[in-house]
């Protein structure tokens, strides 16, 4: 065996890709990962991806943002140091809603966001581990691990066959280390 | 995805033929990979003086205090107020643009909402600087956070608006900013892959190693929709909220229920109004004709159409409650606004809110690339009087005739706006040069179905019906962008 450690299949068309991961996975041949430059909709269900929890997260952050508001606003209106406005009631709570409303924004908003980034490690200065290069601009690649799936040129025909534009043969997972 | 293509009754939204994913990425990353042209050099010198004007200005306010502006113990908020308020308005067409449209499943928002969005940012930081100058001791900005401090732990006053407002404008910005740049990662990632050099590990940084897997984009789509529909209430927060800093007062003019739906109505059609007079540039100088097509100008003029009426409805309103009221004070203020010293200012709002975005029922106005900029400038202006209209009006004229006043704005007034302008335009075209003005990715997506080539090829399998095949045709004519002689042959 070679050192060959990824095949990829580079598509010039996403129909053309799909049509790609459904005979690659007709020939039990399992698909690492698949690279586009936009969102491919429809693809989660064939690869087998479960569905993104982050709108469980989202949620629990709001929710927080929310009791965290109320909690600084009745602290400090209410328990800590009551102004007298007026002789109207400290506990206003029409008042508070406004302040409640916009932190729940905020880190429903941040800790989503942060959520994802964690999740799926991106973070400023990561190095990005890019199989090819044009996987950002025309091309939508699929990667087969080239280790797990032993008949390569079985490989190449499937994929060809199917109207991929180019089969490459990458002997480092990721070309864009330096 | 798939083989479903759109109703050949929709209009194309990315026009030309030879359009390729390929042919996308070079059309959009033109201005980004190349060195700026003229036209670029000679608004970004204009821009940068206006900026340096502003630095001026800004800090000759910070080092003076607001004694520098016209300001006087009758009018205790004139041109600064007139111009946060401005600039928030403007800066929430972006959100709509980018949250609103992307929950109503609006397609035409792809093309537009990434600059719209960067013009939300700018807009936002030149309203902030409002505010910071306004407060006379700008250092002491932190105050308005409910901190601890040696005065006994007195916090802040809950109850006030401009709290309220405080803790809506930061978080509006930076939930605008985390949405924007999120969106940003995919297009980074795609300078970056194409890039050379130190440029390269430039982009790579910002670009946070996107790398476009599956899950990836599975989350970015999940967190998208989420974001666009936290950010459609925030919008609307933000704006009731700053109507609030004026309605919750007792000042004959402000205290109104009507505030919070018309100054929102207000901000979007200027908003919108701004993002026309930028994209009707870009487009043209960038040549994104065919990604920012006449339907999506016809769009955004519906939409102001829409809105400016919303704010005509408005004015009427408030002037029948004044009367409707019975409040002697409120009517006194009306009239004042309309007949007294500042009728011009009053009958310039009229004018450019109301009655000049009618003519845009007009199909050829609305077409026209020319008329419609005009237009947008003529909204602005109608947009920054009425928020001088509703401010200095109902404040110069107080319960005791002996206080009277006018407002005269002094050099540093005037300067603090025209700089704030040069500021927006500066980081407007210097993004322009770094990011893409389109957002990239979200253009590709709507390439293989509602392009005109896609339609084209539609029609050449001959299974639609003919009659909406020629009232498709038909509405190619307002196209600036579409060759009319491909389709003299079907």
């Known amino acids: 065996m070679s050192d060959i450690k990824y095949i990829l299949g580079s598509f010039g068309d996403p129909d053309e890709m799909m049509h790609g991961i459904d005979v690659l996975q007709e020939n039990n041949i399992s698909i690492h990962d698949v690279y586009t430059p936009m969102p491919i909709h429809g693809i989660e269900a064939k690869l087998g991806v479960k569905r993104s929890r982050i709108d469980i997260a989202a949620f629990c952050f709001g929710i927080t943002g929310t009791c965290a508001a109320f909690a600084l606003i009745y602290f400090c209106a209410v328990i800590d140091w009551r102004v007298n406005i007026g002789g109207k009631p400290s506990f206003a709570l029409p008042d508070f809603i406004p302040i409640m409303f916009e932190l729940t924004v905020l880190f429903c908003a941040f800790g989503m966001v942060l959520t994802y980034y964690a999740s799926t490690h991106l973070f400023p200065g990561r190095a990005p581990r890019v199989m090819d290069l044009r996987a950002t601009d025309d091309r939508f690649v699929i990667a087969v691990d080239a280790k797990e799936n032993a008949e390569h040129t079985v490989i190449d025909e499937l994929l060809k066959n199917a109207g991929a534009l180019e089969v490459k043969y990458n002997e480092r997972k990721y070309i864009s280390y330096e | ?490």
Not at chain 2, 65 to 85: E, M, S
Not at chain 2, 263 to 268: C, L, P, R, T
Not at chain 2, 348 to 376: E, G
Not at chain 2, 379 to 389: A, H, I, K, Q, Y
């Open chain 2, 1 to 490: 995805m798939s083989g479903h293509n759109e109703s050949i009754l929709r209009e194309p939204l990315i026009t030309g033929d030879n359009i390729t994913y390929a042919k996308i990425t070079d059309d959009i990353l033109g201005p980004v990979e190349n060195k700026p042209n003229k036209a670029w050099w000679i608004g970004f010198t204009f821009a940068s003086l206006g900026a340096l004007l502003w630095v001026v200005a800004v800090s000759y306010t910070f080092w003076n205090g607001i004694g520098a502006w016209g300001l006087n113990k009758t009018v205790g908020w004139a041109w600064d107020i007139t111009g946060f308020v401005w600039w928030v308005g403007i800066g929430h067409a972006g959100t709509l643009i980018s949250a609103v449209l992307l929950l109503f499943r609006q397609n035409w928002r792809n093309s537009i909402n990434r600059s719209a969005e960067a013009m939300t940012i700018f807009a936002v930081i030149c309203a902030a600087t409002y505010v910071v100058s306004h407060m006379g001791r700008p250092w002491l900005a932190y105050w308005v956070l409910p901190l601890p401090n040696q005065f006994g732990s007195l916090w802040v006053n809950f109850n006030s608006p401009l709290v309220w407002d405080m803790f809506a404008i930061s978080t509006y910005f930076s939930v605008s900013l985390l949405f924007w740049y999120t969106g940003l990662l995919p297009d980074i990632a795609t300078i970056r892959d194409r890039a050379v050099g130190t440029r390269r590990k430039i982009y790579s940084i910002f670009s946070f190693g996107w790398s476009g897997s599956v899950k990836t984009w599975q989350r970015f789509e999940a967190v998208s929709l989420i974001l666009a529909g936290i950010s459609t209430p925030l919008v609307l927060s933000v704006h009731t909220i700053v109507s609030m800093d004026f309605a919750t007062s007792v000042i004959p003019g402000w205290h109104t229920t009507i505030f919070p739906p018309y100054f929102v109505a207000g901000a979007i059609f200027s908003g919108f109004a701004m993002v026309l007079t930028l994209l009707l540039v870009a487009r043209k100088v960038l040549g994104l004709e065919n990604y920012i097509t006449m339907f999506h100008i016809e769009s955004m003029n519906k939409i102001i159409i829409l809105t400016g009426s919303i704010v005509g409805v408005a004015y009427l309103t408030e002037f029948f409650i004044a009367w409707y009221s019975g409040s002697e004070y409120e009517q006194y203020a009306f009239i004042n606004r309309s007949t007294g010293p500042y009728w011009w200012a009053y009958w310039m709002m009229m004018t450019c809110n109301v009655i000049s975005p009618q003519l845009l029922w007009f199909k050829k106005i609305r077409l026209s690339i020319r008329a419609t900029w005009i237009l947008s400038i003529v909204v602005n202006v109608g947009m920054w009087f009425e928020r001088f209209v509703i401010i200095v009006t109902s404040l110069h004229r107080d319960y005791i005739p002996s206080s009277w006043a006018m407002f005269y704005p002094t050099w540093v007034d005037v300067s603090v706006f025209v700089g704030s302008i040069g500021l927006f335009f500066t980081l407007f075209l210097l993004f322009l040069r770094v990011l893409p003005s389109i957002a990239i990715a979200e253009v590709k997506l709507l390439l293989k179905s509602a392009s005109e080539q896609a339609k084209m090829k539609q029609i050449k399998e001959g299974h639609e019906n003919k009659e909406y095949v020629a009232e498709y045709i038909e509405s190619l004519e307002k196209f600036d962008s579409v060759k009319q002689e491909d389709y003299a042959k079907i």
